[in-house]
T-cell receptor, first 113, second 112 residues
Framework: SQTIHQWPATLVQPVGSPLSLECTVE??????LYWYRQAAGRGLQLLFY??????ISSEVPQNLSASRPQDRQFILSSKKLLLSDSGFYLC????????????FGPGTRLTVT | KNQVEQSPQSLIILEGKNCTLQ??????????LRWYKQDTGRGPVSLTI?????NTKSNGRYTATLDADTKQSSLHITASQLSDSASYIC???????????FGTGTRLTVIP
């Protein structure tokens, strides 16, 4: 069966510090991978998606970047965090791009102080 | 503009009671609609997925309906349990690549 992992589960970082969140998927090959952010009281916002190694598409301009160094690894990064980067970050994977079912990880709660 | 709106924003019900959550959308062309359950501090978990031709789909005590003509969906929860306390998110996709539209969710609290 497929499993998706995210870490860390929670993170408190000062403004201006770097960020690295990691997501890995087990039990499937060549998944489509996604990073979402969920701000308090708001819906999920798609940040990045990837259809393959080294292929990253950005949905919104922002302070964050993503990388996919391996088939089942997706990393969300920032060089300098802003207060507005606080939120709940979710990684997801799917077999089909677009309207296919997406399976979410447990999430990372990021608080920028 | 493609949008998904959910109501109510929050709901409190007694354990054992039924409830219905609403989702209205303007997404076009429509591909499918999904209901997710998201426990606090966790990732969303899919409850149901419905395509254009499906009117009703059940998953245990959860029953989703879809009216593609009026672009409305509902999620009915029967005999609620304390573990049903969560946010319920409606997600609609169109036929384009990676076009998912998320509602802001309904926060359900079941009290004993």
């Amino acid at each position: 069966s497929q499993t998706i992992h995210q870490w860390p589960a929670t993170l408190v970082q000062p403004v201006g510090s770097p960020l690295s969140l990691e997501c890995t998927v087990e039990g499937t090959s060549n998944p489509n991978l996604y990073w979402y952010r969920q701000a308090a009281g708001r819906g999920l916002q798609l940040l990045f998606y990837s259809v393959g190694i080294g292929q990253i598409s950005s949905e919104v301009p922002q302070n964050l970047s993503a990388s996919r160094p391996q088939d089942r690894q997706f990393i969300l990064s920032s060089k300098k965090l802003l207060l507005s980067d606080s939120g709940f970050y979710l990684c997801a994977w799917s077999v089909l791009i677009g309207s296919g079912e997406q399976y979410f990880g447990p999430g990372t709660r990021l608080t920028v102080t | 503009k493609n949008q998904v709106e959910q109501s109510p924003q929050s709901l409190i019900i007694l354990e054992g009671k039924n409830c219905t959550l609403q989702c209205n959308y303007t997404v076009s062309p429509f591909s499918n609609l999904r209901w997710y359950k998201q426990d606090t501090g966790r990732g969303p978990v899919s409850l149901t997925i419905m395509t254009f031709s499906e009117n009703t789909k059940s998953n245990g005590r959860y029953t989703a309906t879809l009216d593609a003509d009026t672009k409305q969906s509902s999620l009915h929860i029967t005999a609620s349990q304390l573990s049903d306390s969560a946010s319920y998110i409606c997600v609609v996709s169109d036929t384009g690549a990676n076009n998912l539209f998320f509602g802001t969710g309904t926060r359900l609290t079941v009290i004993p």
